[in-house]
C-alpha cells in the first residue's frame, strides 16, 4: 500500500511549477511537504490526488498508475482537503461529514454509512456540534469537521493542503494532535503541505522539501532539522534549538 511519485512536470504557460519530481510516500506516518512560496507544494498534491494531470511522470497508487484506474476507487482509497473549503450550501456537521460517504453510497445512506460518520464526529469530538450549521462554527471546529468528512470516506491516504490556515495555535495544535492520532492509531497515511517547520518537526515522521518546483531534500526529521539543510530550502540561516525533545527552528532577528 503505498504512493510513488515518478518524475512528475507541471507547467503553467512558460513557467515549471513541478520540474521531475519522484519521491515515495511511507505507509503509515505522517509525511510534511515544506519549502518557501511557490515551491510546487500543492501542485504536487494536487497531482498525486488526480485533481491536476502532470504533463510528464505519473503517480503510482499501490503499484497501479493513478490514470488507469476509475474516480470512484480512488475516491475509496484516497482523500484529498485542498487549501480552501468553499460549500455553497448550508449545511450541518453531520451533512458535511455524510459527504465523505459518497463514493460507497451515493447519496443513498445505508447503516453502515451512518457508523462511519458517527465514528467520524466522535473521533474528532464534534458530537456537541453535530446539529449546528457549518457556517456557525469556529475555525478550529469547521476544519476538524472538514476532516472528519475525510475520516468518514474511510481512505488509507489523507491528503491536506495547508489544514492549519487561518488557525491559531490551539486550535493548529489540536489539528495536529488529531492528525498524530489518525496515523498512530488507526495506521493512515497522511501527507500534509505545511508552512510552519516548527509543526512539520514535531509532528511529522517524514519530511520532503521543496524549492522552484524542485525536490531539494527529503528524510526523517532529524535529517532535515538541521542548520544547513534549512539554510539550503529557505535561504535564510536558521538555528536549531533542542526543547522538550524537539528540534525547534528558530529564524528570527
Same mark, same amino acid.
Given at each position: 500500500? &503505498?504512493? +510513488?511519485?515518478?518524475?512528475?512536470?507541471?507547467?503553467?504557460?512558460?513557467?515549471?511549477?513541478?520540474?521531475?519530481?519522484?519521491?515515495?510516500?511511507?505507509?503509515?506516518?505522517?509525511?510534511?511537504?515544506?519549502?518557501?512560496?511557490?515551491?510546487?507544494?500543492?501542485?504536487?498534491?494536487?497531482?498525486?490526488?488526480?485533481?491536476?494531470?502532470? +504533463? /510528464?511522470?505519473?503517480? =503510482?497508487?499501490?503499484?497501479?498508475?493513478?490514470?488507469?484506474?476509475?474516480?470512484?476507487?480512488?475516491?475509496?482509497?484516497?482523500?484529498?482537503?485542498?487549501?480552501? *473549503?468553499?460549500?455553497?450550501?448550508?449545511?450541518?456537521?453531520?451533512?458535511?461529514?455524510? #459527504?465523505?460517504? #459518497?463514493?460507497?453510497?451515493?447519496?443513498?445512506? &445505508?447503516?453502515?454509512?451512518?457508523?462511519?460518520?458517527?465514528?467520524?464526529?466522535?473521533?474528532?469530538?464534534?458530537?456537541?456540534? =453535530?446539529?449546528?450549521?457549518?457556517? /456557525?462554527?469556529?475555525?478550529?471546529?469547521? /476544519? =476538524?469537521?472538514?476532516?472528519?468528512?475525510?475520516?468518514?470516506?474511510?481512505?488509507?491516504?489523507? !491528503?491536506?493542503?495547508?489544514? !492549519? *490556515?487561518?488557525?491559531?495555535?490551539?486550535?493548529?495544535?489540536?489539528?495536529?494532535?488529531?492528525?498524530?492520532? !489518525?496515523?498512530?492509531?488507526?495506521?493512515?497515511?497522511?501527507?500534509?503541505?505545511?508552512?510552519?517547520?516548527? #509543526?512539520?518537526?514535531?509532528?511529522?515522521?517524514?519530511?520532503?522539501?521543496?524549492?522552484?518546483?524542485?525536490?531539494?531534500?527529503?528524510?526523517?526529521?532529524?535529517?532535515?532539522? /538541521?542548520?544547513?539543510?534549512?539554510?539550503?530550502?529557505?535561504?535564510?540561516?536558521?538555528?536549531?534549538?533542542?526543547?522538550?525533545?524537539?528540534?525547534?527552528?528558530?529564524? #528570527?532577528?
Amino acid at each position: 500500500m &503505498t504512493i +510513488e511519485i515518478h518524475n512528475i512536470s507541471k507547467s503553467y504557460g512558460n513557467k515549471k511549477v513541478v520540474d521531475s519530481v519522484s519521491v515515495s510516500i511511507p505507509q503509515g506516518k505522517i509525511t510534511s511537504f515544506i519549502g518557501p512560496n511557490g515551491a510546487g507544494k500543492s501542485t504536487v498534491l494536487a497531482i498525486m490526488s488526480r485533481l491536476l494531470s502532470p +504533463e /510528464q511522470g505519473e503517480v =503510482r497508487l499501490n503499484n497501479i498508475p493513478l490514470s488507469q484506474q476509475k474516480s470512484c476507487e480512488i475516491a475509496k482509497q484516497l482523500s484529498i482537503l485542498k487549501q480552501s *473549503n468553499h460549500i455553497n450550501l448550508r449545511l450541518t456537521v453531520e451533512e458535511l461529514v455524510a #459527504f465523505g460517504r #459518497f463514493p460507497y453510497s451515493k447519496g443513498n445512506l &445505508t447503516k453502515n454509512d451512518r457508523t462511519f460518520i458517527d465514528n467520524a464526529i466522535g473521533y474528532m469530538n464534534l458530537d456537541a456540534f =453535530r446539529h449546528q450549521y457549518i457556517d /456557525q462554527l469556529s475555525g478550529g471546529q469547521r /476544519q =476538524r469537521a472538514y476532516i472528519a468528512m475525510t475520516l468518514a470516506q474511510d481512505t488509507d491516504y489523507i !491528503l491536506l493542503d495547508e489544514p !492549519l *490556515n487561518n488557525l491559531d495555535m490551539k486550535h493548529s495544535v489540536q489539528i495536529m494532535q488529531v492528525l498524530r492520532k !489518525l496515523a498512530s492509531e488507526l495506521q493512515k497515511t497522511i501527507v500534509i503541505v505545511i508552512h510552519d517547520i516548527n #509543526f512539520a518537526s514535531c509532528y511529522s515522521d517524514y519530511i520532503i522539501a521543496m524549492k522552484n518546483g524542485r525536490l531539494v531534500q527529503q528524510g526523517s526529521v532529524d535529517e532535515i532539522m /538541521q542548520t544547513p539543510v534549512l539554510e539550503q530550502i529557505y535561504d535564510m540561516s536558521i538555528n536549531i534549538e533542542h526543547i522538550q525533545q524537539q528540534k525547534i527552528a528558530v529564524y #528570527f532577528r
